[in-house]
């Protein structure tokens, strides 16, 4: 990214992510910071749903140190997050992406092979709620990110889980969604689509579940042992 206050994460002051930028190691991504422009060159707005690189890099240690081997993406958009996910797998590891359209992430092809990972990247175009059920049990998901649909949302999970990997585990997107999951006012189909998938996850009796408030907030889960 090119401005570090631009990260989302909710509640940091400009001055924070500023900070929080300047001292992470190594600095400023230049593949990723293009990505983004690419992609509000081509979409304008919608270039906001891509994830930021604070989320970006958090995602590729958690694959790196997870040691995942096949990883899950469900909604890549324009390939932020499959750009930083693939960085963490090993040269022969899969990043298995499913997206309903291939207009989206044909912009992030060039960057994927820019940052030599390309490879490693597999694209699924379909309706995930479809395709996810083609997934063969072994090898089983090391690592999973949903961020797709919101009403999806629940779908996916279930869906993933039975073929996740004892230590495997899910990272959900968008679940503060800008903070109003906590705004009555606020009552439109996706809030309230989120709204009862992070009140079904956390009513789970089979799921570990912790909400990170990075980005527009990420929910990592795990099976519980």
């Known amino acids: 990214m090119t401005d570090p206050t631009a990260w989302r994460s909710l509640g940091a002051s400009p001055g924070v992510l500023a900070y929080a930028a300047a001292h992470s190691n ?40 997870s040691g995942a081997r096949l990883v899950v993406e469900v909604g890549t958009f324009t390939g932020m997050s499959a750009l930083w996910m693939a960085r963490g797998l090993p040269p022969d590891g899969r990043l298995l992406c499913f997206d309903v359209s291939a207009e989206y992430p044909a ?6 092979e820019r940052a030599g990972v390309a490879d490693r990247i597999e694209l699924r ?15 089983p998901v090391d690592l999973a990110f949903i961020d797709a649909d919101k009403g999806g949302y629940a779908t996916y999970l279930e869906l993933i889980l039975p073929r996740l990997a004892p230590t495997g585990a ?18 439109d189909d996706n809030t309230k689509a989120i709204r009862a998938f992070n009140d079904m996850v956390a009513s789970r009796a089979d799921v570990d579940a912790v909400i990170l408030p990075l980005g527009d907030g990420i929910t990592l889960i795990r099976p519980r042992r």
Not at 38 to 57: C, H, K, V, Y
Request: hydrophobic share 50%; proline share 8%.
């Open 125 to 139: 175009i379909g309706p995930a709620a479809e395709r996810l059920t083609e997934l063969a049990d072994e090898p």
């Open 107 to 112: 912009v992030g092809r060039p960057f994927w």
């Open 170 to 187: 899910i990272l959900v997107d968008n679940v503060l969604w800008s903070g109003s999951v906590i705004d009555d006012n606020v009552q």
């Open 26 to 65: 190594p600095g400023p991504d230049p593949v990723s910071a293009d990505l983004a422009a690419a992609t509000r060159a081509a979409f304008g707005d919608l270039a906001g749903m891509n994830i930021g690189e604070d989320q970006g890099r958090l995602m590729q240690a958690l694959v790196a140190l």
